[in-house]
């Protein structure tokens, strides 16, 4: 992975809190650690995750009705994708990388 990611870097300075942040974008930017790094933010979210950037929890399995959420609150119908799947570090139609692989990370530009 290019350390140089500007969208990954992006996302750790505006939803990462800050005592987290390097380390976090140091993982994700490392082919070894970034597995950790990810199964580190999907089982500890709300730590790591800036409180103030969530516009909601969402704790449903209803994929269509997130997908149509997430219309809602973002025009774009393209994210950026970080997980564990095909997908990572590639941008996708928003529904389909839902329906892919639910437990993910998804960052609307």
Known sequence: MNKGNTIEDYFCKQFI?????????????????RVKAISRICHNMMDIIDEDK??????STDLIHLTDRLREL??????????FFELDQKWADISEAIMQEYSQILALP
């Open 74 to 83: 973002s025009k774009e119908k393209e994210g950026y994708c970080i997980g």
């Open 54 to 59: 969530i516009v909601e929890v969402y704790n």
């Open 17 to 33: 809190k800050s005592g987290y942040q390097d380390r976090f974008f140091f993982e994700l930017s490392s082919n070894k650690k």
